[in-house]
């Protein structure tokens, strides 16, 4: 069973008005593109030369970050469940009816299909496409042909969370959400080397104690940080498959992090910031509850948040203190921001991609 997060309209307080504040930093948008609306998991495959995105229609399109300018296109041949993996070459993504679709340049060069629905965007690395479904099962493929390498599959709750969660490269390990758990497996052979809590789940029944990590988790040299699905927040140390630490904290989306600060919104969207090293908190943040916030990336000395009406929220990172805000089409950021260099780029559910350079 998949359980879809968040909670009714209906259910969720009225969001809180927004303040007006002195800008302290400066920003403006710099170009603006388009895909079909976003009605799945989104996620943007940001690499040094372009942004990688896909619309609900099966859409995918590679844009350059300084100018917007498109550089292929391509279509997965149908609605997308999951956003797209991209290594710069090839870029992967999952349709509707669970089959992995991986392009070279816009052009479609294999597809396969696997058992179960699939939400988490594909990681495209080390000539392999790595797919995890919403059963938490691993796939393995060659990026060239197709070829299923391995499947890794192993015990869980029959309760998972239909939400992006984690699969990412670190180093020579690729690293992969099991529950509460991150997993670092051998990327040739799919064994597992270590796994680390980064929650400890209760409640009272299943849903309670669904405690899934949610993608991206952010990697900061050895330090890997991500939230538990309406858990806790935390670090590990992937050199030695060791916990550094976990706080408390009931959120639904991805979290940031430098080398210095951690930074959260939790399920009412109150923000809080932990000292990266230890977890204590370094400050909250209460202006933007029901707000719905997207999830957080930092942007230099910003920590950066989406919300409902489009607004692009910019906070200080050391006090959380506002710096700047800029708009978008009035509908919801969707997802987590990315940035490629010095351009920032958020995604919209009506399918708006809007690239802001701040200073």
């Known amino acids: 069973m ?15 008005p927004l303040e007006s504040f002195q800008a302290k ?22 690499r040094s030369d372009q942004f990688v995105v896909a619309g609900s229609n099966g859409d995918v399109v590679a844009l350059r970050p ?13 609605a997308l469940s999951a956003g797209v993996g991209s290594d710069g070459r090839f870029a992967a993504v999952v349709t509707a009816g669970n089959e992995v679709v991986t392009l070279d340049a816009g052009r479609v060069v294999w597809r396969q299909r696997v058992p179960a629905r699939v939400v988490t965007p594909p990681l495209v690395a080390g000539e392999r496409v ?3 479904s ?14 299923r390498l391995w499947t890794l599959q192993r015990p869980g709750d029959a309760l998972t969370l239909a939400q992006a969660g984690v699969v990412m490269p670190y180093r020579n390990l690729l690293l992969v959400g099991q529950g509460a758990r991150l997993a670092a497996v051998d990327p040739l052979r799919g064994t597992v080397q270590w796994e680390v809590p980064l929650a400890t789940p209760r409640g009272t029944n299943e849903v ?14 050895d330090r890997i940080c991500a939230r538990a699905f309406q858990s806790a927040a935390g670090c590990l140390d992937a050199a030695r498959g060791a916990p550094l630490w976990t706080r408390n ?6 979290i940031a992090a430098n080398a210095d600060v951690v930074v959260g919104a939790d399920a009412s969207d109150r923000i809080t910031a932990w000292r990266a090293s230890n977890g204590d908190v370094l400050w909250t943040n209460e202006r933007m509850l029901y707000r719905t916030l997207s999830g957080a990336v930092m942007v230099g000395p910003a920590v950066v948040f989406g919300d409902q009406e489009g607004h692009v929220h910019f906070l200080s990172a050391t006090t959380g203190e506002p710096q700047l805000r800029l708009s978008t089409d009035g509908s ?20 708006g991609l809007f690239a802001f350079r701040p200073n």
């Open 2 to 16: 998949a359980l879809l997060a968040g909670c009714s309209s209906s259910d969720r307080p009225k969001p809180t």
């Open 25 to 46: 930093i400066a920003g403006r948008q710099v170009w603006q593109a388009r895909v079909d609306s976003v009605k799945f998991p989104l996620a943007v495959a940001a």
């Open 66 to 78: 300084d100018t917007g300018q498109e550089i292929w296109r391509g279509s997965a041949g149908g």
């Open 130 to 132: 790595f797919v995890m």
């Open 134 to 147: 919403v059963d938490r099962v691993v796939h393995a493929f060659d990026v060239l042909d197709g070829r």
């Open 208 to 221: 309670e104690r669904l405690a899934d990590l949610i993608g991206p988790a952010v990697r900061v040299g």
């Open 249 to 254: 904290n009931a959120g639904a989306q991805a």
């Open 332 to 351: 919801a950021v969707v997802g987590t921001p990315v940035t490629s260099g010095d351009t920032l780029l958020v995604a919209t559910s009506k399918g």
